[in-house]
């Protein structure tokens, strides 16, 4: 293992980044079980992320790290990177949230938010992001976890996520012991692989704008708006992208009430989804997706009171 330390140049709460959501190879890997958002002894947290794996731990304003290996391959940039360039690129510290910060600050319903500075999105491997998403359809944060460890343990000993073609040759039979909500999950993130195999580049939808990428993606059978969406901003630099599932609608609702020409529902419908995305993609531009996250971890601090 490769071990060393990573100035941090821009604010990060690397646990809260972590386990908000976005991401679900982070965790505890130990006795062929994995398990996650757990940290180890010494504080560490462990992924699997580009095929590399890679542990984590933040004191202060610095990543101490052990990594498997020195570079990375970014497919979607279709170069390597060392391990210092892949940190900056992994925790978008490119992007300077202090600028979000500000928004929030002065804004009566975000400052509240604050609360969980240092939330950044992160730039996941798109074909993985997408798989990971078909299975969280209604699914727990856990359950979705669960299904990547399994997958990728069918694939690989180091647990790398396997690529299209591997899913794409598995049968239903073979993926049924998955923990997803619904069977015909599976045959999604199935028929996506073989999508993909057939030319299919989830990589080139960087090049359109966001109406057309989300467009492209919703287009294929199985993938919804909320999923699109999660692709776009967790994968593809898209921070303009506003996943919405019926928690987030309720979130919105209790909060925006006032400010969207909306009646409460109990469902999520396509005319909805619309309106609560445009309506954030308006008033905070490429914070936007940024924001879903804060209100996320907003609705489940203690003492708040939200419909689920």
Known sequence: MIEGKFKIPNDLDLYKTLT????????????GNFKYAKLDKDGFIYGIVYGNFLG??????????????EIFYIPQLKTYLNINDFLNFYFKFDKDITELYRIMEKDEILKDALIHRGIRILRQEPFETAITFIFSAQNTVHNISKCVYLLSKKFSERLIFPNAQFISKLSYDELKHLPVRFENRIITAIEFSKIILNGFDLYRLKNLTYEEAHQKLISIKGIGRKIADCILLFSLDFDNAFPIDVHIKNVVFKLYKNHLNLKESKTLTDKTYKIIGDFFRKKYGNWAGWIQEYLYALSRTPDLKFSH
């Open 56 to 69: 984590l731990k933040q004191e202060g304003n610095y990543l101490f790290y052990k990594s498997s290996s």
């Open 20 to 31: 908000c959501g976005q991401a679900f190879r982070w965790g505890l890997y130990e006795n």
